[in-house]
């Protein structure tokens, strides 16, 4: 069996050696790296600055002999809506719980959920951005559980900010994107063409 040596270290330089069998995911060299530095969870980085997914194996990641890995680590983040919350994990996961109808079941979108940076939520809905700049929403369609209407539209998102039932992206070329119950700022097209370079 090959392995390779890899130093994973914290943003604060700290770190630690791993030797680790070419066969190993990431995760799994992730999950020795945060018990080596007895930390929480977190994501690793490789030296191109590129997050390494824990589904892939160590070969396929492209981690070779004498790497250095960075291990960024996240704090819980919290949302909630009327009657659920839901958290972004230190790994960029979530997990939600409440009342269904108010977005406390992501179990239909869960696949879709990681390596999220970004949560926000209305009064019965969540909108999540991954780090791709792609947008997953769930919870009540009418107050912005579904962005099936914008969803081309949703391309490198920075951030999203919500209203009372409605949701407005930030992209990255300074446009916005709305989607929700129109009265709650759902629906901006009477504006659309003076959303140009928004900071």
């Known amino acids: 069996m090959a392995f390779v040596c890899v130093n994973a270290v914290l943003m604060s330089g700290r770190g630690t050696w791993i030797t680790a069998r070419c066969d190993w995911t990431v995760g799994e060299l992730k999950r020795q790296a945060q018990n080596s530095l007895q930390t929480g969870r977190g994501i690793l980085v490789n030296q191109s600055g590129e997050f390494l997914r824990d589904e892939e194996n160590l070969l396929d990641a492209g981690v070779k002999m004498g790497d250095v890995v960075s291990l960024h680590l996240r704090e819980v983040h919290i949302a909630a809506t009327t009657n659920a919350f839901c958290a972004v994990l230190g790994d960029g996961r979530v997990v939600s719980w409440g009342d269904s109808k108010y977005g406390g079941d992501c179990s ?29 929403a769930w919870g009540n369609s009418g107050f912005g559980g579904n962005i099936g209407p914008v969803a081309h539209q949703l391309g490198n998102v920075e951030r999203i900010i919500a209203s009372c039932g409605a949701f407005a992206a930030m992209c990255a070329d300074g446009s916005v994107v709305t989607w929700g119950h129109g009265s709650h700022g759902g629906n901006s097209r009477a504006v659309q063409h003076r959303l140009r370079n928004v900071q």
């Open 108 to 136: 239909s979108v869960s696949k879709l959920l990681k390596d999220v940076k970004h949560i926000a939520a209305s009064f019965a809905a969540f909108a999540a951005v991954l780090r791709n700049g792609s947008v997953v």
